[in-house]
């Protein structure tokens, strides 16, 4: 690991990626000086004031939890640049003018000390022209860091390195991006829009200019290049909605005017349709309308033919979708080919434009194949780079197929696929992948901190994942070790579908507590994203059908018991967490010994939506917990505590970062919080492993637990009374969000009794038994598993 | 009751009213309570203070920073003599008129010549709405019919705008004209002579670790909005059920403030000499189911018309407490109150709610009227309560 310290960031533009990138950094605890032009008039850091206001009403969130608000201060190039000396990382990001970006690296030049990186978030200006503008001193701590909107959520940061730019200052801050902050970094020549982008922006002109030429409709083409094809949901259009017609247009002019000599320099134009929305003032989600436009609840598109926007309905035509659904690429691409579907030759026009337009460029504007495949899944979103699909299409077909079309002048340019494509039989192999430029095939990068991801991200090509050895498994979870990590730190792997918890799960997380008691020194629960999406809603609903409600009184008991394993094993138990831990998932995390959480973890007890309460502990926890802090506060009130955990289980709160998931008492302020998830396993290692060798004891099982009883569940009823008379909740929703008061009160028992944390956990089973066999409780669950969506009953 | 005696209003005063966490956020309710006993005190030239026989004292949560019989701290924080004693009291919305009721009382039953009724309030010192910890009985829930003491005032306006069928659009108009007479009322300069004005000072951290004290002399009402427009008022949510029409725009705010009203007997007058402004008449209170226990003054006003020997019609000025539009309405349309003459300057959906210190607040508003204005015989102060009550205060002018 680097010892890079960054103690402080400045951050150049309170823009929109300015003022998250700030946000971003002050998630990762390092606090930023945000800096803009003094207002005109009124007081002097008016503008970057409104930035940071305008960070909290973002959605998603740019900020981990809005006390984080607190560590950005605001500064104004007139008055603050002093501040600068402070700050160990710079971050340009204004507006993409290259003189304005000149003036103020002049400015600010004399403010910055020797040993600071100076960066620029440029999305298409030569990185070396503005290196030039920077003092000689200055140069060797100067690149391109390029990241993509929103910073919080995608994971690309471009590197970009100038002639002058120090290697070690380049790993460096590679290092810190990566584990920091979490960033997936590609390292991207000095070429105009770098790597994502160019090939990005490419994609969606080659996209237009189909759509145009098989007359398509907008709405059309979004069915066709989302999901369907392993893209984000908000496809081609929508996506240019939401970045901005306007700056849509501003990087398409960027390019026409920086790559003259690409062939596919013609296609480089803003689209008529394109233009004239933008005159129009029509720029798209900023100002309410742009390619598609809401009226009432209704999506409107833009209707080219009809000159007027007309209700979205585009659909992917059946004989287009059984095509898509073919799990086999080779065939699927041999029969878009083979189709005269409009939609099924679109499709393969737009694979085969990308994929000419990679292939042909792959040695100017990348390092190597990997590089582009993972620009694209990151700053993009694709399930999948285009090379990768190209080879798990068959790459000589795919290769011969694109040449004959071009020989057919079916191309959008003459331009020959290079040499190499026909030389080879893929880009990616298990020994690296290939760079165009230097003829060879390129390993990952051997920086250290690559050293803490396990189970980093591949592509398809790659050496298989090492899996470790196997302790034991069953059908519901699996016990293996890495030995070349610690052999005797166990890790407890979950195999159900998203992770849901069912019978064979719990027997295996009980099983699995009693080898590692055993033979083991510590145990990480983890697995690949989500966490655990909660019960297995599936076999309660089977039961309830077959109306087996011992059975299920017994599932509940062994739930319960499943939890208070993990929480009194003899051994560490870490749960690893990252995505969504909810319901039953979330319960295992609040009965671990300790929590190593991605900052990206999404927690809650949402039992409430299916009609029931959290009975494998988490009411139980929340009672427990409500004791402990009650036990520091004058008075020794539970109730204080008890209220804000009752409205976030009757209204089914999920923590949107680890940060909230501490707020709302699912996780502790002790727990780890890291940035980068495929960090989380090699962390959950070390973390069991040192509270091993500290002499981990588990906590005993409190006999007196002082509980709200009858006046506390009182009080949580006076809520509900309210809501329920004012017609916010349903008479259900009081029933269900009555037992969960219960729950957390420890029963109708008198206010501050004494309860052991058993009748707790008796209570909490009582009551979810009692759900289970209402009605509307049953009603609930099926909807949510026919739908996947709460019913309001 | 037989009276011995005549109780008289000899000086009343308040200080501005606050918005929540407005600009006296950082004031203590016992701070403002020694104020406007140092104020009404100074009204009275040459008073011997340890004359006075009691201060009692109105406070809806008399708990924390106004718990702790904050009337006797009050007492003693002002400066009064030791031998001043001090009693607070809780009706809830009515503690202040109550307080004047009670003081009124000592005097007429020949217990005490002089005499101070005060209110005080800070709900920015709440933690929560309902008093700094919450705690309902059990027993609330196993009756339909003691449901109602769980409901939260907003809720009771929604139950009687329901019942009374008083529509939104009446609600926001009400809600408008409070703020327009409010805004003119301090334009007009008429709460100047009610108001001792409050030197706020707020400690702050200072360079080097020293406290720096910020001064800020508070004399206005905080609430009054002069922006309010009716537009703004019907895009505003319901807030207390979801097909409702209790926003907060035509709900009272809620606020910070204390007032304090000095009485005499006819010999103590005498005596110091002063002229009294008004008599003290009669007061009432009354019980109303607590789900509705908005239309309080509808039972409330004819048991202190009545105890006073007056009709409706000889009340030129009313000071009836806005705790929600709706069930200001509801009263004035069941009892036929004549709109021009309540609340001509505004009422507490502008000028703001300190709970337990309202009474005696408007008793100084009504008060700073008859001196303003002669024509004005005979004032009243009168509100709804909380879990179903009425109360009503009637002064006529000397």
Known sequence: MSKLNIRKVAVLGAGVMGAQIAAHCANADVPVVLFDLPAKDGKPNAIVDKALAALKKLDPAPLGSKDRLAYIQAANYGADLEQLRDCDLIIEAIAEKMEWKLDLYQKVAPFIREDAIFASNTSGLSINALSEGMPAGLRG????????????????????????SEPAMLDDLETWLTTRLGKSIVRAKDTPNFVANRVGVFSILAVMHHTQQMGLGFDEVDALTGPNIGRPKSATYRTADVVGLDTLAHVIGTMDATLPNDPWHGLFKAPVWLSALIEKGALGQKTRAGIFRKQGKQIMVLDLAQQDYRPSAGEV?????????????????????????????????????????????????????????????????WSMGPFETWQAAGWADIAAAIQADIDAGKGMV??????????????????GSFSAEAGALKARSSLKVYDRQLYPEQVLGEAPKDRGETLWENDGVRLWVRADQDARIGILSFKS????????????????????????DGVVLWHEAPFAVGANLQQVAQAIGAGQFELLEKTVAKFQQASMTLKHAQVPVVAAVQGMALGGGCEFVMHSAHRVMALESYVGLVEAGVGLIPAGGGCKEFALQAHTLAQRAAGGDVFLYIQNAFQTIAMATVAKSAQEAVGLGFARASDDILFNPSELLYAGIRRARAMAEAGYRPPMMNPAIKVAGRNGIATCEMMLMNMAQGGFISPHDYTVAKAAATALCGGEVETNAKVSEQWILDVERAQFVALLKNEKTQQRIVHMLETGKPLRN | ????????????????????????????????LAHVLRGVVGKVPGLDASEI?????????????????????????????DTVPGLTINRFCSSGVQAVADAANQIRLGQADVMIAAGTESMSVMPQIMGNKVSLNPAIFEKEENYGIAFGMGLTAEKVAEQWKISREDQDAFALQSNQRACAAIAAGHFKDEITPYTVRTHVPGEGGTVRVVESVCDTDEGPRADAAIEKLAKLRPVFAARGSVTAGNSSQMSDGAGAVLLMSEAAVKRYGVTPIARFVSFSVAGVPPHIMGIGPIEAIPRALKAGGLTQSQLDWIELNEAFAAQSLAVMRQLELDPARVNPLGGAIALGHPLGATGAIRTATVMSAMQRDASIKYGMVTMCIGTGMGAAGIFERV
Not at chain 1, 497 to 520: F, P, Q, S, Y
């Open chain 2, 1 to 32: 009751m037989k009276q011995i005696q005549e109780a008289y209003i000899v000086a009343a005063t308040r200080t501005p009213v606050a918005k929540r966490n407005g600009m006296f956020r950082n004031v203590r309710p016992d701070d403002m």
């Open chain 1, 497 to 520: 579908k998203m992770h849901a918890i069912g019978e064979e799960v719990l027997d295996g997380v009980i099983e699995a507590v009693a080898r590692a008691e055993r033979e083991l």
């Open chain 1, 141 to 164: 701590r100067f690149c391109g860091i390029h990241f993509f909107n929103p910073p919080r959520y995608m994971a690309l940061v471009e590197l970009i390195a100038t002639a002058t």
């Open chain 1, 414 to 431: 003459d331009a020959p696929l290079p040499a190499w494509v026909f030389e080879r039989q893929g880009v990616h192999e298990a020994a």
């Open chain 1, 317 to 381: 035509a059946p004989e287009v979708a059984a095509i898509l659904k073919n799990r086999n690429p080779a065939e699927k691409f041999a029969q878009l080919r083979a189709s005269s579907h409009p939609q099924a030759q679109f499709l393969w026009a737009i694979f085969r434009d990308v994929f000419h337009y990679c292939a042909y460029h792959l040695a100017d504007i990348a390092d190597n194949a990997r590089d582009l495949d993972f620009a694209m899944r990151w700053g993009f979103g």
């Open chain 2, 53 to 81: 026989g009691d201060v009692i004292v109105g406070c809806a949560m008399p708990e924390a920073e106004q718990g702790m019989n904050v009337a006797r701290i009050g007492v003693l924080l002002a400066g009064l003599p």
